[in-house]
Nanobody, 122 residues
């Protein structure tokens, strides 16, 4: 059973930065991050594939967020810069979606972490 454990959420003012971390117990071809704000559907944020050779982002975070992976230590990261109040959400580490397109377009995957809250104040 693949386990995912996130850390690094918190509260920050608009324009600030946060770095989320995710430990994964087993490797996956596709991994990424999704988020869910209150009253909204879960949306894919970023995806990384093939050991970090390819990365994909939702339009809403492109240029501000960076996904990366350290396979030796089973860690995945989401560096979030220029944060906006609309980035406020619970962020989930995700593994083994059928593809990065599936994760980003549908926000779906086979494995999820417990989530970490990100709150951006204006």
């Amino acid at each position: 059973q693949l386990q995912l454990v996130e850390s690094g959420g918190g509260s920050v003012q608009a324009g600030g930065s946060l770095r989320l971390s995710c430990f994964y117990s087993a490797s996956s071809v596709y991994m990424g991050w999704s988020r869910q704000a209150p009253g909204k559907e879960r949306e894919g944020v970023a995806c990384i594939s093939h050991g970090g050779t390819l990365t994909y982002y939702a339009d809403s975070v492109k240029g501000r967020f960076t996904i990366s992976q350290d396979n030796d230590n089973h860690m995945m990261y989401l560096e979030m810069n220029s944060l906006k109040p609309e980035d406020t959400a619970m962020y989930y580490c995700a593994a083994r979606p059928s593809s990065c397109t599936t994760l980003l377009d549908r926000g779906t995957a086979n494995y999820w972490g417990q989530g970490t809250q990100v709150t951006v104040s204006s």
